[in-house]
């Protein structure tokens, strides 16, 4: 059974730090395209950063250029979300989705056929 598991959210103030994991199983760890989304209050969920086997990483906020990086650790199945400077605009719940059928980028959420629960981002000005 494919699972994905996201921690690391909390309460920060702007400016502060916080690094989001997703931790996988249930699949190898060898081809994949992982996505972090977040949905803000009373928006729609969006597309933040992407990791994939095949392309990379893929940026789908220039917000968060410059701020945002995504990391993926083979030893642990993990993915890794590390967010500097994080204003109250990122206040959101984000959530990590895994496309294990194309492993490439893309922002469309359907395409992702895992999805974790999703862990409270809240930042304070």
């Known amino acids: 059974e494919v699972k994905l598991v996201e921690s690391g959210g909390g309460l920060v103030q702007t400016g502060e730090s916080l690094r989001l994991s997703c931790a996988t199983s249930g699949f190898l760890f060898q081809d994949y395209a992982i996505g972090w989304f977040r949905q803000a209050p009373g928006k729609e969920r969006e597309a933040v950063l992407c990791?994939?086997?095949?392309?990379?990483?893929?940026y789908y906020q220039d917000s968060v250029k410059g701020r945002f990086t995504i990391s993926s650790d083979n030893a642990k199945n993990t993915v890794y979300l590390q967010m500097n400077s994080l204003k109250p605009d990122d206040t959101a719940v984000y959530f990590c989705?895994?496309?294990?059928?194309?492993?490439?980028?893309?922002?469309?959420?359907?395409?992702?056929?895992?999805w974790g629960q999703g862990t409270q981002v809240t930042v304070s000005s």
């Open positions: 989705a895994a496309d294990l059928v194309l492993p490439y980028c893309h922002e469309t959420e359907s395409t992702y056929g895992y």
């Open positions: 990791i994939s086997t095949s392309d990379g990483t893929t």
